[in-house]
């Protein structure tokens, strides 16, 4: 068993953008036997959103809710798929502060609040190889 405590970022979902949230569910139910735990429109991203579970893993589907959202754009560019790795932290003002001195490009000035109750922040694709990176710390309920 890994010492997750040794480690600053953990995975917490894959983000997924999809055309229809209903049809994507339908093909994770299949494949991963995967349940629906939270359901969510974001408006601020223009997105809704849909997290699922199977095991101990999290998929998040996410479906453009008006043509400026990034997930919008995202697939007028490149299509359904892989649209972010969310990385979990126990610190997100600690691990902002971490990650802007390492040099990664963060497109938040502040984390702001993200879906499931969660404090989120980017970084840019152009600063990680091509793979949107969200940061994410659970709060508390
Ligand atoms: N993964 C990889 N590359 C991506 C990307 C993604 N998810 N989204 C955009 N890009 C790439 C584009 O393909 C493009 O690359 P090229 O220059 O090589 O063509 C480049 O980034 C710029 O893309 P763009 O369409 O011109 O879009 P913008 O620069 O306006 O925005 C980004 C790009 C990443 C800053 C914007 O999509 C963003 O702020 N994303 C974070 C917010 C977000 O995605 N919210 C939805 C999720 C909400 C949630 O999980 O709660």
Redesign the pocket.
Known sequence: MVNTSNFPLVLDHI?M?VTDIDVATRMYEKLLLAKIIHDEV?TS???M?RFLSFADQKI?L?QAINDD???A??IA??GPGI??L?FKTSDIYEEMQRLRGKGFQI?QDEPIK??YNKL?F?I???SMG???V?VCQPLAT
Request: net charge positive.
């Open positions: 983000g953008a974001v991203q223009g997105v959103v998040e996410l959202s990034p997930v754009k995202f560019k490149r649209h972010h969310a497109l993200g879906a989120i980017f840019h694709p152009k091509g793979t949107l969200e």
